[in-house]
């Protein structure tokens, strides 16, 4: 029972921690659109001492859409909010459409995890060999392959628990985000 209580916490905690990277996200969101303005506003109304728009504003914007993107998914996935194609479950026989979910999860679980490794090493190999990005901004490569590997494995952790939960709920195919009734 103890040992159950331990795994509840952590989940708990857990949930909290993707609920603010979420949260985290939403402001890379909001400071690409504030940069967005920013750019189109400068290039469009002269003011004496500003430049001519921000000619870094694309590249930063690009990174922080992908990092909206990598903060916001193991939150998603969480929520049940991730797309999900679920009109076979939904005329399955329950205990065939709970295996067909253990199957996609057990799934989605290796590609998460074989992401992790493939990140993680694409990260490694970057930053041994110094590579650059080199646009308007020279940036170390492994910058942006960083989150990559951090977000796989925030997902391999979430299906974990989503596996968890498989397990100790009805045996049909989950309720969230279904889509047809």
Known sequence: MTRFLHISRLERVYGQLLAALALLGCAAMFLMMMLIVADVALRN???????????????????????????????????????????LLTVLPPRLGWRLEWLGDSIGLACCLFMTWYGAHATWASWASG?????????????SLAPLPAMFLLLSVEMLFRMKRLHEGERAPRQDAVSVA
């Open 45 to 87: 109304i002269a003011l004496p001492g500003l430049p001519r728009g921000l000619e870094w504003s694309n590249e930063v914007s690009e990174l922080l859409l992908y990092l909206t993107t990598v903060l916001a998914a193991p939150w998603l996935l969480r929520q049940g909010q991730h797309i999900r194609v679920d009109i």
């Open 131 to 143: 590579a650059l990005n080199i646009k308007t901004l020279v940036t170390p490569e492994w910058w």
